[in-house]
């Protein structure tokens, strides 16, 4: 049966479901729980946060400390051990708190965890999932904002998944528990409270299927995880003036459904790619090339990427709004590719 | 304090009284939804940064967290500004494009207001080596909470400090949680202090909610430091009255130890020590403290009537040399 959930309440609920139905599975995170050292003496102490954001929030009473596991601030240490651990025989599914935050763990996420299957010939597998935290609009500056969807996209060995509705959320967190690689699991701070049909027994979503997420013939706009909101928001005003956009959401980067983009280019002849990344090296860049390669003669118009600047995100609100891609900067984009590709015509009428 | 004269006492409670008075009026807009994004204040570490940094010389180096006001303060960062950088304006410290958690001033050699944990102890280290490398007697501190001692960064920083006897001075404000990590769960040695011994660092635990004892040993760590013995790790005890950030319900702390750490409160504590010597009175105190009331009230009106940045500042700064080349990768189509 399926329930209206928050995506926050969709992954709890696949937390729960996953390690309801594996006691090999632990968590690993910085105050995943909250209270650790105090709760004994203090009961109120414990679960004190569930997680920054509250999405592991009730895991502890369930589960206990021994399956959830507050760490030190140590992300080398607890991300190390999380691939250990896996290889022990464990599931551990850790968080790092902000995606910011993955600079101090990162070689055991490039060099080891990523790399142990390849470099050994194939002769293990490292099953972690890593979960954490994206994305600009809570005036939390430059360190506590970023996206870096491209940073793990271009890694080989890691997968990256990154939901953008409930149902998505749940169905890939239980994907990604399940798959037998290391699997980045994206959640954009300002999609927890995003709401929608989610259903309650437990379902996965197969890696590298795009969602449609709205059906147009005119345009297609591929958005990157929260820029699907505004793509579709942009493809409601747009619509307005008779302008039917194709809203596509990748959901996953790594493996990434490349069929469904050239398809659905090969429709509309048009594409523009949302995303909240700097420009350069980015999932925008990564989709365009693959356009550019594969679907160049579909395409009536450049391809147009609508990203945030080349700089770090600012705190100032002004600022920051100012950053993060807006609806009205999409419509303007397909605006400008609809009138450009009515231009070639043109002059190919005329030729 | 004995050889402490009036206008040093009088100095070191203005600065106590101003990172209290600024910080309570942070928690009260951030309890009213009236300033953006996260802040962390320093209510009841005032003792720390007010006992270590009116030491420094205007030379020496500095590194911070993202609890950053009460160093800033300390340093001499004008109210003003920083409640501008609080509310993102363009006259804040840093133009509004760092907020709370990077409100420091480079000019007055604070290299950042780091929002990584541990992330400012080796750029610490760095700024000492460099300072003695070209000759420089001048020394660098870094601040971290005792969560910091995990990661990778707090270790190889010490490491790098000793094997080159990089001049730093690495402060723990050790405020008994890693956001609501107890300490007794997250560190097995006894103290921070013990963990130096290891990297050949000398290292003391202090009071750091007594002013003087935080001076003292501050003092008796940074004159053998400028004479080349090296880096000195200092502990202060301290404790955290308001939550890892503000809007944090704080549900792990026991009411108890709360009211414990309150009666050691670093401000009455020294309104306690001076006024039974004899060497302020109450009336003083109070003048002061009214009086920086009224500093903090003008600083934050101030800010709240500041403009905006310009929206050039979004990718301005970015880079120091090819600016325009580089802001942009390719112009807009």
């Known amino acids: 049966m399926a329930r209206i959930l928050t995506i926050k309440d969709a992954l709890n609920e696949a937390l729960h479901q996953a390690m309801e139905a594996n006691d090999r599975i632990i968590l690993f995170g910085e105050d995943i729980a909250g209270g650790a050292g105090r709760d004994e003496a203090y009961p109120p102490a414990a679960d004190a946060w569930g997680g920054p954001f509250g999405v592991t929030k009730g895991l502890l009473p369930r589960f206990g400390r021994r399956r959830v596991i507050d760490t030190a601030i140590a992300e080398t240490g607890f991300i190390g051990a999380s691939i250990g651990a896996a290889l022990a025989g464990l599931r551990p599914v850790s968080e790092i708190m902000y995606v910011d935050f993955i600079g101090t763990s990162f070689d055991q996420l490039l060099n080891e965890a990523a790399k142990l299957r390849y470099v050994y010939g194939g002769k293990v597998s490292v099953p972690i999932v890593v979960r954490t935290v994206t994305g600009a609009g809570f005036r939390a500056a430059a360190e506590h904002s970023q996206t870096l969807y491209s940073i793990y996209t271009h890694v080989p060995g890691l997968k990256v998944v990154a939901p953008a509705f409930p149902d998505d959320a749940k169905g890939l967190l239980l994907e990604a528990i399940d798959d037998p690689d290391p699997v980045i699991f994206m959640e954009h701070k300002r999609l927890y409270m995003v709401t929608g049909e989610v259903p309650e027994e437990p379902y996965r979503i197969p890696f590298g299927q795009a969602r449609i997420c709205r059906p147009g013939r005119d345009v297609t706009i591929v958005g990157i995880q929260k820029m699907v909101h505004t793509a579709l928001d942009a493809a409601e005003q747009l619509a307005t003036e008779g302008i039917e956009a194709e809203v596509i959401d990748p959901r996953t980067y790594s493996p990434l459904d490349t069929a469904t983009i050239l398809e659905s280019v090969a429709r509309t002849h048009r594409l523009v790619i949302v995303d909240e990344s700097h420009p350069r090296c980015s999932l925008a860049t990564d989709i365009s090339a693959l356009v550019a390669e594969r679907g160049f003669h579909d395409l009536h118009a450049p391809i147009r990427m609508v990203t945030a600047p080349h700089a770090p995100v600012p705190f100032s609100p002004v600022l920051e709004d100012a950053y993060v891609p807006q609806p009205t900067v999409v419509v303007s984009a397909v605006q400008g590719l609809l009138s450009q590709s009515d231009d070639a015509r043109a002059r190919l009428s005329k030729s | ?333």
């Open chain 2, 1 to 333: 304090m004995d050889e402490l004269d009036e206008v040093t006492l009088a100095g070191l409670w203005r600065t106590m009284a101003r990172i209290r008075r600024f910080d309570e009026r942070v928690s009260e807009l951030a309890a009213a939804d009236a300033i953006p994004g996260y802040a962390h204040t320093y209510s009841g570490e005032e003792a720390v940064a007010s006992g270590v940094i009116p030491l420094l010389r205007e030379d020496d180096w500095l590194t911070s967290t993202y609890r950053n006001h009460g160093h800033s303060i300390a340093r001499g960062v004008p109210l003003a500004a920083l409640a501008s950088e609080l509310h993102g304006r363009a006259d804040g410290v840093c133009g509004g494009k760092g907020g709370s958690m990077h409100a420091v001033d480079q000019s007055l050699r604070m290299i950042g207001g780091m929002g990584i944990v541990a992330g400012g102890l080796p750029v610490a280290a760095g700024a000492a080596f460099g300072s003695a490398f070209l000759g420089g007697d001048q020394v660098a501190v870094a601040f971290f909470g005792d969560g910091a001692v995990h990661e990778g960064a707090w270790h190889e920083a010490l490491d790098f400090a000793a094997m080159f006897r990089a001049p730093v001075l690495f402060v723990c404000e050790n405020n008994l949680y890693a956001e609501t990590t107890a300490v007794d769960y997250h560190l097995r040695t006894h103290s921070v202090a013990e963990m130096a011994g290891p990297y050949g660092i000398p290292a003391v635990t202090v009071d750091g909610m007594d002013l003087f004892a935080v001076r003292t040993a501050t003092q008796g760590a940074l004159g053998p430091m400028r004479d080349g013995t090296g880096p000195f790790l200092l502990e202060a005890m301290t404790y955290r009255y308001g939550g890892q950030y503000e809007g944090d319900t704080q549900t792990y702390k026991p009411p108890s130890e709360t009211e414990y750490w309150r009666s050691r409160d670093p401000l009455q504590s020294f309104r306690r020590t001076v006024t039974s010597a004899g060497r302020m009175t109450d009336a003083q105190l109070d003048d002061i403290d009214a009086r920086v009331q009224a500093e903090v009230d003008a600083a934050f009106h101030k800010a709240e009537q500041a403009p905006w940045p310009d929206l050039s500042a979004l990718t301005s700064d970015v880079y120091a040399s090819y600016q325009e080349e580089a802001r942009q990768p390719w112009p807009a189509s």
